[in-house]
């Protein structure tokens, strides 16, 4: 019964639980296999290369292993590096973050000055400018931004503090002189720095993230291929981590909720 099989979302960590929350939400009959590659993230400051091969892995893991009728790519630094080519790879339908997210944030700005902030691996691949010049060329004025350090306080469980602030003052200091009225979140480790971020950029600042249209284009996908889960249920979730599950659960229990108490380790072989 395909209709019954679940949707897989992977990240480097815990970023694409954003995405994850979204699609629960939207979708709370459908199963769900969530995979965190906690043993080596962060990604962003990899080679796309590498990246890419990781992306690869883990989509043949989660077609092979668990069978998901749809994959989301919870992640727009694998997004960036992989996406073509896990859909000429494998059967099953996949959806990135990062045209989601673009279309989002040209839907809210009024402006049309839109700041995404990343890894330094989504910024410096383009894949951002490439989507809004597909979205709507001419129209933006894009202000790519990435932001070193972020993802690792998130994976270290902190979403607050003044070293983070510190941080984000440094960082985020090109975005505020530039004046955009929208900031797309253009990585899924974000959101739960979204306090921080909106401290420093300000109120007026419309902050997007792409899980709520990932979410949207994942529903919109299943039932374009009469792929939605006909049982009305609650969905079965399993996360999966390939680092320190006991860490996993711990801080994805904080970040997610009380789900990830019972997630599950994954160990890659050594030479994949
Ligand atoms: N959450 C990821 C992203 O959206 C990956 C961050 C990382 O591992 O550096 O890019």
Redesign the pocket.
């Known amino acids: 019964m395909p209709n019954e099989q679940p949707i897989g979302i992977f990240?480097?960590?815990?970023?694409?639980l954003t995405v994850a929350r979204a699609v629960i939400d939207l979708l709370p009959s459908e199963d769900v296999v969530y995979f965190g590659?906690t043993a080596r993230?962060?990604?962003?400051?990899?080679p796309l290369d590498e990246v890419r091969d990781f992306a690869i892995q883990i989509t043949n893991y989660l077609v092979d292993e668990h069978n998901v009728k749809l994959l989301i790519v919870?992640?727009?630094?694998?997004?960036?590096a992989a996406l073509e080519d896990l859909e000429k790879m494998v059967d099953v339908p996949i959806i990135g973050?990062i045209a989601p997210g673009a279309q989002s944030a040209i839907d809210v700005s009024e402006t049309k000055s839109i700041g995404v902030i990343?890894?330094?691996?989504?910024i410096n691949s383009g894949a951002y400018v490439r989507a809004f010049n597909e979205l709507s060329p001419q129209e933006i004025e894009l202000q790519p931004l990435a932001c070193p350090g972020f993802?690792?306080f998130?994976?270290k469980g902190e979403s607050s503090g003044e070293q983070l602030l510190v941080l984000a003052e440094r960082l985020l200091a090109p975005i505020v002189s530039a004046k955009v009225d929208t900031l797309l979140l253009?990585?899924?480790?974000?959101p739960y720095l979204a306090r921080a971020i909106a401290q420093v950029v300000g109120n007026d600042v419309v902050l997007v993230s792409s899980a709520d249209e990932t979410a949207f284009a994942a529903a919109a996908c299943l039932k374009d291929m009469d792929l939605l889960a006909t049982k009305e249920k609650t969905g079965k979730r399993l996360f999966i981590s390939s680092g320190d599950v006991s860490w996993f659960a711990e801080v994805g229990q904080r970040l997610f909720g009380p789900e990830l108490a019972s997630a599950q380790p994954h160990e890659w072989n050594p030479s994949p």
């Open positions: 990240d480097s960590g815990f970023g694409g590659d993230y962060p990604y962003g400051p990899r919870g992640c727009n630094t694998a997004a960036a973050v990343g890894t330094v691996g989504t993802v690792e998130v994976e253009g990585c899924t480790h974000y």
